[in-house]
């Protein structure tokens, strides 16, 4: 079992920054894939990044390349996600999983996910 709690959600205006932070524990969670996803009120859960466990693969959604980048300290068993140039349709719930497997970008695939938390860009 792996537990995930996420943290630095908030309010933002729009082209500004925010940090998100997702702390794992319990069995090995250094050894997991973890990912990002988001999910807007109505709309499907979205891949936002993942990576993998020693940092050296890294997978971004389109949409957010270039302006969001995920990283994890495994010595801390944490998972943080540096959001920049936000728009408001990045507005959404977070969420931080894992997986036990290779790098994926489809929800269904997490093993253990984190309660999530809020994020909202206003323009």
């Known amino acids: 079992q792996v537990q995930l709690v996420e943290s630095g959600g908030g309010l933002v205006q729009a082209g500004g920054s925010l940090r998100l932070s997702c702390a794992a524990s319990g069995r090995t969670p250094s050894t997991y894939v973890m990912g990002w996803f988001r999910q807007a009120p109505g709309k499907e859960r979205e891949f936002v990044a993942a990576i993998n466990w020693s940092g050296g693969s890294i997978d971004y959604a389109d949409s957010v390349k270039g302006r969001f980048t995920i990283s994890r300290d495994n010595a801390k068993n944490t998972v943080d996600l540096q959001m920049s140039s936000l728009k408001p349709e990045a507005t959404a719930v977070y969420y931080c999983?894992?997986?036990?497997?290779?790098?994926?970008?489809?929800?269904?695939?997490?093993?253990?996910w984190g309660q999530g938390t809020q994020v909202t860009v206003s323009s």
């Open positions: 999983a894992a997986i036990s497997g290779p790098i994926a970008t489809l929800w269904s695939e997490y093993d253990y």
